[in-house]
């Protein structure tokens, strides 16, 4: 190998903006949906465990089923 890039978010790649456009996108698919700021003010930067126990108040579900969805959903948005 010759070289790595390591890329920090909004460097190359704004990869938060994805991420987000992502996760909305699936949420309203299931019925979820959230308005931008509403989620992000929510459910931003909480560790995964801490985002389900949200989720669950917020949506009164269980959102176990989601996080593989949602992981798909992502990895096919970034190879988009």
């Given at each position: 190998?010759?070289?790595?890039?390591?890329?920090?978010?909004?460097?190359?790649?704004?990869?938060?903006?994805?991420?987000?456009?992502?996760?909305?996108?699936?949420?309203?698919?299931?019925?979820?949906?959230?308005?931008?700021?509403?989620?992000m003010?929510?459910?931003?930067?909480l560790?995964?465990?801490?985002?389900?126990?949200?989720?669950?108040?917020?949506?009164?579900?269980?959102?176990?089923?989601?996080?593989?969805?949602?992981?798909?959903?992502?990895?096919?948005?970034?190879?988009?």
């Amino acid at each position: 190998m010759k070289l790595t890039i390591f890329d920090c978010d909004g460097v190359l790649v704004n990869s938060e903006e994805i991420y987000l456009a992502a996760e909305l996108e699936f949420l309203e698919s299931i019925g979820a949906g959230f308005e931008p700021k509403a989620y992000m003010q929510s459910f931003m930067g909480l560790s995964p465990s801490m985002w389900k126990r949200s989720f669950r108040i917020a949506w009164r579900r269980k959102p176990e089923h989601l996080f593989r969805a949602i992981s798909m959903l992502k990895s096919s948005t970034y190879r988009q």
